[in-house]
């Protein structure tokens, strides 16, 4: 049967050359029945970026045309860079005059121009974009005295939106609004559109909220249609189904978690057997409720990922579901697939099982709970779980073997410090605290991250369809960039020796220094995003060959689709149409579960920082004592001991002229020869905060 494969297989020839539109149908000998397929194909593979047509209306792959499909992420400069679908192609330079009216995170087609050397970006040309990120943009209003615009919020959004009068809303100069782009950019001209929501002024009691859902293009509530559904499905556990799987009700299990969550997605038991543990995760089968091409499994793609905005939750699946039957809900039997894995004392696995299961958990747990126990040894705690007291110690037991087996191969653990914002009724913020990973919130980590190279490894090896998590080593530009700051500090990574161990013995070294944030940053921005892919590419930053998302299908949908996987595996229902159906389907949820997380993490990154710039507000024209965090030629920020950071000019520091050493990363006086270098202990002033775009200035005391 004729398929978009069939076409480009036949385009991938060497032999190949550009054809016109009959003689492609001619070299492909199809019948006359073949004829409106072939036409609907074509159009399908041009228009989504797979082939190319030439102005000599001939087709050919983009590859072979020295063309390349992927997202452009725009700068604020006005600049962009194209993020290549094609792995091992390099990120391709776009001046602003080659955008040719792209806009940030379109999905577009980019011919390279030329490569200045071979540890640089090549440059190129956007030709056409193939689907527009951005429907609607968030922004705010500007009326001048000839033209009326909107001004979006996203700096990396650089075209104004031009608007015309509208009857129905009340406008202000100065009003957060939401626009619909009609009309797109291009060399000569803005995009067009209409305001479709007014929000009213930053600062109002949950504006700042819908911003940023609208801002990010996030999915506040289900269509009626997907609700009807997950109440359909979300039937209490069947006699019938529990017969088909392992019972394992009467093993002693829990939930650990955090105090406020409701979705419960992963249970851990633990037993100390002949040689080492057994350690048992155990994950929700949320496959068996959300079933493949479902409105549910169709809205949840489209999500992507649970998103959790301090106080409020996008879920990627309905609460009847996420909060619901696919919760870990204590006292109550629930469907599962789980991971029991025998490890030994160094923290190999040497035998494990992969097995649907139903399972009854004892109990759920809290991190505070649970480090209380194994860190304080609180004996008021022991006792009040004193069935489950010793199966804590013993899983921090292992946890401490498993997470030393993992540095052992050069594993980065990355200690940043986290922000946590307490807000009241009315979602404002009354305290920003720097937050803690406890032994519990860090044991449920390894045994999670286990459980993910375990069941990688085993699909790797069943040689099925499948979405690896994938951390690309750093190399090219990236690593030329670090290397300059590393070697004011006496450090040197050479590409060839780009190992995990060799970063790892940095951060080891530097660790507890003045400058540890600044460079464990810089190593960090170094490194390529994670991402979603259907190859095994490995994840650097674990230093793991194999590695995929398993634990939490209730809010990532690679996980749900790495379920669906085991489950067709373990049933006997993986024949040959349905790999190659899932094969053929895995680069597009890869591509659409990475893009939605990104989005995701931006908005709740961007949400903690409008929360901090409110929070900050009332204290301005007070002192604080801070730590200087990273030095610019403009100035260095500093950040407070609750996390909060903001810029010190260099303007405002009056007694001397100052310039920017690039190389030591410090500011010099050009007369008293004053140093501010990262690390450094200043006090401050605070001066001004601007929550609009969660900025806050300091001056020097």
């Given at each position: 049967?004729?398929?978009k494969?069939?076409?480009?297989?036949?385009?991938?020839?060497?032999?190949?050359?550009?054809?016109?539109?009959?003689?492609?149908?001619?070299?492909?000998?199809?019948?006359?029945?073949?004829?409106?397929r072939?036409?609907?194909?074509?159009?399908k593979?041009?228009?989504?970026?797979?082939?190319?047509r030439?102005?000599r209306?001939?087709?050919?792959?983009p590859?072979?045309?020295?063309?390349?499909r992927?997202?452009?992420?725009?700068?604020?400069?006005?600049?962009?860079i194209?993020?290549?679908?094609?792995?091992?192609?390099?990120?391709?330079?776009?001046?602003?005059?080659?955008l040719n009216?792209a806009?940030h995170?379109?999905r577009?087609?980019?011919r390279?121009?030329e490569r200045?050397?071979a540890d640089?970006?090549?440059?190129?040309?956007?030709?056409?974009?193939?689907?527009?990120?951005?429907?609607?943009?968030?922004?705010?209003?500007e009326?001048?005295?000839?033209?009326?615009?909107?001004?979006?919020?996203d700096?990396?959004?650089?075209?104004?939106?031009?608007?015309?009068?509208?009857?129905?809303?009340?406008?202000?100069?100065?009003?957060?609004?939401?626009?619909?782009?009609?009309?797109?950019p291009?060399?000569?001209?803005?995009?067009?559109?209409t305001?479709?929501e007014?929000?009213?002024r930053?600062?109002?009691?949950?504006v700042?909220?819908?911003?940023?859902?609208?801002?990010?293009?996030?999915?506040?509530?289900?269509?009626?249609?997907?609700?009807?559904?997950?109440?359909?499905?979300?039937?209490?556990?069947?006699?019938?189904?529990?017969?088909?799987?392992?019972?394992?009700?009467?093993l002693?299990?829990?939930?650990?978690d955090g105090?406020?969550?409701?979705?419960?997605?992963?249970?851990?038991?633990?037993?100390k057997?002949?040689?080492?543990?057994r350690?048992?995760?155990?994950?929700?089968?949320?496959?068996?409720?959300?079933?493949?091409?479902?409105?549910?499994?169709?809205?949840?793609?489209?999500?992507?990922?649970?998103?959790?905005?301090?106080?409020?939750?996008?879920?990627?699946?309905?609460?009847?579901l996420s909060?619901?039957?696919?919760?870990l809900?204590?006292?109550?039997?629930r469907?599962a697939?789980?991971?029991?894995?025998?490890i030994?004392?160094?923290?190999?696995?040497?035998k494990?099982?992969?097995?649907?299961?139903?399972?009854?958990?004892?109990?759920?747990?809290?991190?505070?709970?649970?480090?209380k126990?194994?860190?304080d040894?609180?004996?008021?705690?022991?006792?009040r779980y004193?069935?489950?007291?010793?199966?804590?110690?013993?899983?921090?037991?292992l946890?401490d073997?498993?997470?030393?087996?993992?540095?052992?191969?050069?594993?980065?653990?990355?200690?940043?410090?986290?922000?946590?914002?307490?807000?009241d009724?009315n979602?404002?913020?009354?305290?920003?605290?720097?937050f803690?990973?406890?032994?519990?919130?860090?044991?449920?980590?390894?045994?999670?991250i286990?459980?993910?190279?375990?069941?990688?490894?085993?699909?790797?090896?069943q040689?099925?369809?499948l979405?690896?998590?994938?951390?690309?080593?750093?190399?090219?530009?990236?690593l030329?960039?670090?290397?300059?700051?590393l070697?004011?500090?006496?450090?040197k990574i050479?590409e060839?020796?780009?190992?995990?161990?060799?970063?790892?013995?940095?951060l080891?070294?530097i660790?507890?220094s003045p400058e540890?944030?600044?460079?464990?940053?810089?190593?960090?921005?170094?490194?390529?995003?994670?991402r979603?892919?259907p190859q095994e590419?490995?994840?650097?930053?674990?230093?793991s060959?194999?590695?995929c998302h398993?634990?939490?299908?209730?809010?990532?949908?690679?996980?749900?689709i790495?379920h669906?996987?085991?489950?067709?595996?373990?049933?006997?229902?993986m024949?040959g149409k349905?790999?190659?159906?899932l094969?053929?389907?895995?680069?597009?949820?890869?591509?659409?579960?990475t893009?939605?997380?990104a989005?995701?993490?931006?908005a709740?990154?961007?949400?903690?920082?409008?929360k901090?710039?409110?929070?900050?507000?009332?204290?301005i024209?007070?002192?604080?004592d801070?730590r200087?965090s990273?030095?610019?030629?403009?100035?260095?920020?500093?950040?407070?001991?609750n996390?909060?950071?903001?810029?010190?000019?260099?303007s405002?520091?009056?007694?001397?002229?100052?310039?920017?050493?690039?190389?030591?990363?410090?500011?010099?006086?050009?007369?008293?020869?004053?140093?501010?270098?990262?690390?450094?202990?200043?006090?401050?002033?605070?001066?001004?905060?601007?929550?609009?775009?969660?900025?806050?200035?300091?001056?020097?005391?």
């Open positions: 049967m004729l398929n494969e069939t076409i480009i297989e036949y385009m991938r020839q060497e032999s190949y050359r550009p054809l016109s539109y009959n003689d492609l149908h001619e070299a492909l000998q199809l019948t006359d029945e073949d004829h409106a072939f036409s609907e194909l074509i159009g593979l041009e228009k989504e970026g797979d082939i190319v030439t102005r209306d001939k087709y050919g792959l590859e072979m045309m020295n063309i390349h992927g997202m452009i992420k725009l700068s604020q400069r006005g600049y962009g194209l993020v290549p679908d094609q792995i091992g192609v390099p990120e391709i330079f776009v001046y602003g005059r080659n009216g806009m995170e379109d577009v087609l980019v390279i121009h200045a050397s640089q970006r090549p440059e190129g040309e956007v030709i056409r974009a193939i689907t527009r990120a951005n429907q609607e943009l968030v922004g705010t209003f009326k001048g005295k000839h033209a009326m615009q909107v001004i979006p919020d700096p990396r959004q650089i075209y104004p939106i031009n608007v015309k009068p509208s009857s129905k809303l009340k406008l202000k100069n100065g009003d957060k609004v939401l626009v619909r782009i009609n009309s797109w291009d060399k000569n001209k803005y995009p067009e559109g305001i479709t007014v929000f009213g930053q600062g109002q009691p949950g700042e909220m819908q911003i940023v859902i609208k801002k990010h293009g996030l999915k506040e509530h289900f269509p009626a249609a997907v609700v009807d559904e997950a109440r359909h499905v979300a039937q209490p556990v069947s006699q019938e189904e529990i017969e088909k799987r392992h019972d394992l009700r009467d002693r299990m829990v939930t650990i105090e406020d969550a409701k979705d419960l997605d992963d249970a851990v038991s633990i037993e057997i002949t040689g080492g543990y350690l048992g995760v155990h994950i929700a089968d949320v496959s068996h409720y959300v079933r493949e091409d479902s409105k549910l499994d169709k809205e949840a793609l489209a999500r992507g990922t649970s998103v959790y905005l301090i106080d409020k939750v996008l879920p990627m699946l309905p609460t009847e909060n619901g039957i696919c919760s809900t204590a006292g109550q039997d469907l697939i789980t991971c029991m894995m025998d030994d004392n160094k923290g190999k696995v040497f494990h099982d992969i097995f649907k299961s139903v399972i009854h958990i004892n109990e759920r747990m809290t991190y505070t709970a649970v480090n126990i194994i860190t040894n609180d004996s008021e705690m022991k006792e004193r069935d489950l007291a010793e199966d804590f110690l013993l899983m921090k037991e946890a073997i498993i997470r030393q087996e993992r540095n052992s191969r050069g594993a980065l653990d990355f200690d940043f410090p986290e922000s946590k914002v307490i807000v009724e979602s404002f913020p009354v305290e920003i605290k720097r803690e990973r406890g032994a519990g919130e860090m044991l449920i980590e390894d045994f999670m286990k459980a993910n190279e375990t069941v990688a490894e085993y699909m790797y090896w040689e099925m369809p979405l690896y998590r994938v951390h690309e080593k750093p190399e090219g530009e990236s030329a960039k670090l290397n300059k700051v070697g004011v500090f006496g450090y050479s060839n020796k780009a190992e995990p161990f060799v970063f790892q013995k940095i080891k070294e660790k507890g540890e944030n600044v460079i464990s940053l810089l190593v960090l921005r170094s490194m390529k995003h994670a979603y892919l590419l490995g994840h650097f930053g674990l230093a060959k194999y590695y398993f634990t939490s299908p209730i809010r990532r949908y690679p996980d749900l790495v669906r996987v085991i489950s067709l595996v373990l049933e006997g229902r024949n349905k790999k190659s159906s094969e053929a389907r895995m680069g597009k949820y890869g591509e659409q579960s893009l939605q997380e989005k995701a993490e931006e709740e990154r961007e949400l903690v920082d409008i901090k710039a409110q929070y900050m507000q009332q204290f024209g007070q002192e604080f801070a200087i990273s030095v610019l030629s403009f100035g260095f920020f500093v950040e407070l001991p996390t909060v950071e903001g810029l010190v000019h260099i405002t520091i009056a007694d001397d002229y100052y310039e920017f050493n690039d190389r030591a990363y410090t500011l010099i006086g050009t007369h008293t020869g004053r140093k501010f270098s990262i690390g450094d202990q200043v006090q401050v002033q605070l001066v001004s905060v601007d929550v609009d775009a969660a900025k806050i200035d300091f001056e020097l005391v």
